[in-house]
């Protein structure tokens, strides 16, 4: 077998130990309390916003990377490129602001 077929079959085989463990050794009923669904909003609420300001910030740098080689390559139609860019970097940019009043909003619940 190729080596990197190796790491990767054992780097899954470990995943899968960690995610079953917890739930093999879980006590029934030990998870229903007010305490831990606060807790798994909390977690819930920073994961989204990270993954949403990741993403934002990944698609605003490729619009602005697009827009701007565009520019380069023909200096003459920067009027027309420049404003769907600036319109579209904040469609982007409105889509974290979404996650955000979400995140708040679950945040009230705690």
Known sequence: MNRTIKLGLSFLSALFVLLVAGVAFAADGAADNEFTMKAFIGIACGL??????????LGQ???????????????GASGKIFTPMILGLALIESLVIYSLIISILLLGKI
């Not at 989204?48 to 910030?57: E, V, W, Y």
């Open 61 to 75: 740098g490729r619009a602005a990377s697009a827009a701007l080689d565009g520019i380069a390559r023909n200096p």
């Open 48 to 57: 989204g916003i990270g993954i949403a300001a990741f993403g934002g910030a």
